[in-house]
């Protein structure tokens, strides 16, 4: 069966080399495991729930991803897979830990093609890779998007100090897509030589992590962090209201206490007794954005400690945020709420200096107050940091999504009467994927498609830049392209969020 499929499959990828519209007008494409027959449109083809590693259940839960049972008859992929097993914080529950698949979404037009695999966000927590309308991307970019489910929560990164190198099984699930894409790319279309990995918000995190591990090595060409990075960390509700002070990556021992708390939690003893529990004992708990452990051979060092030592894939970046990351945040505090308090619990005896740099009347309310520290203090000025790190050693382009007016889509409900999002946390998402509930007016179309030629540009060349595209500078000591309805400019990111005030707190 093995040598049957070889010859097959050499086949299709020889046929996907002049381009997936040859070999798609049936939808059926040959990857290195088997066929899969997809949806076919006049302008894209669309392949779903493709499984690029065993289903990671029983004695395979924290365990590095393995490789799938190849097939020999065409594999339905015209819907996605499962949800990857999680809480339900994010309204997507599931116990479905068989769940590592991929989507893939390129255009009917001729060529080799830039592939980009995207890290969906959640927290490393929530959320999966089908949630993104793919069509504008692949169709107006001519590329080959990827979306990808991981290991998640407990499941993805679980430090145990019985499971040597662990926590960290996410990332080398999406390390596993990597090579997947590196295999296949070609049947689609895609060049397997020029792959961009990008992600947001945990996606980000996740892409951070992707650009300093040593694993990572040639397996993408370019990588793209949207509202996460390495430097971030945050204190008392300053991410999720409700949830402890974290960060995106934790120590090996903090990680193994962790674990051995959950484990006599659990009424467990060793590793083998929380294999034999379902799924659903670890749904139950919901403890917000789980961190990625360090220390082990997928991230031997920290990911800060890379940058700052050289030690990582020096591939070209992108790598920005919103103007208004914290106001999704400071939207879901409950009412009534005392502002000096919420400043209290988030950074103790340093409230009363924060609140007189953060006055209520300077911004208009205590909630909109907030949301400036929140977007200053977490997200803004670590990703600036990312920034002086990354271009002393690579070419990195910098970005702020800064439309105030962007839909707020299904996240309105959160929003209370009278909060204005601006460009709140994930508003850049409308205007890159096609997803229900955002509907944008004409300005804000102009701006999704020349976010989408940047995005796509970058992909292909390593550069932004394009014809007809206002001009995107090389980051340069605090100052970023901004992106607004007619309004692309650059400006001085590091003043415009307070960054002195919050290096010298």
């Known amino acids: 069966m093995r040598k049957l499929l070889t010859l097959l499959t050499a086949a299709g990828l020889l046929a996907g080399l002049a381009g997936v519209a040859d070999a798609g007008e049936s939808g059926l494409v040959w990857t290195d495991a088997g066929p899969v027959r997809g949806t076919v449109t006049a ?62 979404t390129t255009s009917s037009r001729h060529g080799r093609k830039p592939v980009m695999v995207w890290l969906h966000g959640g927290g490393n927590s929530y959320l999966s890779g089908d949630g993104f309308g793919t069509r504008r991307l692949a169709v107006q970019g001519d590329v080959v998007v990827v979306t990808i489910n991981f290991r998640l929560g407990f499941f993805g990164f679980l430090g145990h100090p019985d499971l040597p190198d662990s926590g960290a099984y996410g990332i080398e699930d999406q390390q596993a897509a990597l090579r997947w894409v590196k295999r296949n790319a070609a049947a689609f279309g895609g060049d397997p030589h020029n792959v961009t990995v990008f992600g947001e918000s945990g996606g980000a995190f996740d892409v951070c992590a992707q650009v300093t591990s040593p694993l990572s090595r040639g397996l993408f060409d370019k990588a793209i962090a949207q509202s996460g990075g390495c430097s971030m960390t945050w204190p008392n509700n300053g991410v999720i209201h409700g949830f402890p002070a974290s960060a995106p990556f934790i120590v090996k021992d903090k990680a193994e206490a962790d674990a051995l708390a959950l484990t006599k939690q659990l009424g467990c003893s060793d590793v083998a007794c929380l294999r034999a529990l379902p799924a659903s004992a670890f749904t139950a708990i919901d403890r917000g954005p789980t961190p990625i452990v360090t220390g082990n051979r997928v991230l031997p060092m920290h990911p800060v400690d890379a940058l700052r030592s050289g030690r990582f894939n020096r591939v070209p970046v992108i790598w920005g945020n919103t103007r208004d990351e914290g106001r999704l945040t400071a ?116 701006l999704a498609s020349q976010m989408i030629g940047y995005w796509t540009r970058f992909a292909a060349t390593g550069n932004p830049n394009a014809r007809g595209l206002p001009t995107w500078p090389k980051y340069q000591n605090g100052t970023v392209h901004s992106l607004a309805p007619n309004d692309i400019k650059q400006v001085n990111a590091y003043q415009e969020h307070n960054c002195a005030f919050w290096a010298g707190l």
């Open 331 to 446: 939207a879901t505090v409950p009412e009534p709420f005392d502002y000096v308090d919420l400043l209290k619990q988030a950074y103790g005896d340093k409230a009363p200096k924060i609140a007189a740099e953060y006055p209520p009347s300077k911004f208009g309310s205590p909630r909109l107050a907030y949301g400036a520290v929140l977007t200053d203090g977490i997200w803004a000025c670590a990703q600036l940091a990312d920034d002086r790190l990354l271009a002393r050693k690579t070419t990195t382009y910098s970005y702020e999504f800064a439309d105030r007016t962007a839909p707020v889509g299904y996240f309105g409900p959160l929003f209370p009467p009278g909060f204005p999002p601006g460009a709140f946390h994930a508003s850049e998402l409308a205007y890159l994927w096609d997803i229900p509930t955002f509907d944008l007016n004409a300005e804000q179309h102009k």
């Open 43 to 104: 302008d894209h083809q669309l392949y779903q729930g493709i499984p690029y590693a065993a289903p990671p259940v029983g004695n395979l839960r924290w365990r590095s991803p393995q490789p799938v049972t190849p097939w020999i008859e065409p594999r339905d992929a015209t819907k996605p897979g499962p949800v990857c097993a999680q809480a339900g914080g994010a309204g997507s529950p599931s116990t479905n830990e068989d769940c590592l698949y991929l989507n893939v």
